[in-house]
């Protein structure tokens, strides 16, 4: 079992900044991967920024230059520094993280989302 919990989320205004965390907790070996997505109502969940295990990111379209995504692997702990926000960046955002599991004598990869948390930019 893997727990994710998320923070950081909350009203801010146009041009502000949040930053949010997401810890991973409970049974794994590793953790392979650690990233955001975001929904907002009626629309398809999409790729905010993930960081790999090895150090590499990736960042969605919308976002680039705006959000930086960060990881303290002492902690399991995934940080996404958002700036610059616009009202489009409204959304429930949710922490994603993939981690290796060992059972029967294997390795399986899984994936967990956390419950997410609500980014709200308005004036």
């Known amino acids: 079992q893997v727990q994710v919990g998320e923070s950081g989320g909350g009203l801010v205004q146009p041009e502000g900044s949040l930053r949010l965390s997401c810890a991973a907790s409970?049974?794994?070996?590793?953790?392979?991967?650690m990233g955001w997505y975001r929904q907002a109502p009626e629309s398809q969940r999409e790729l905010v920024a993930t960081?790999?295990?090895?150090?590499?990111?990736t960042y969605g379209d919308s976002v680039k230059g705006r959000f930086t995504i960060s990881r303290d692997n002492a902690k399991n702990t995934v940080y996404l520094q958002m700036s610059s926000l616009k009202p489009e960046d409204t959304a429930v955002y949710y922490c994603?993280?993939?981690?290796?599991?060992?059972?029967?004598?294997?390795?399986?990869?899984?994936?967990?989302w956390g419950q997410g948390t609500q980014v709200t930019v308005s004036s």
């Open positions: 994603n993280v993939r981690v290796t599991r060992y059972s029967n004598g294997r390795f399986y990869e899984r994936m967990y």
């Open positions: 409970g049974s794994f070996e590793s953790i392979v991967a």
């Open positions: 960081v790999s295990n090895g150090g590499s990111t």
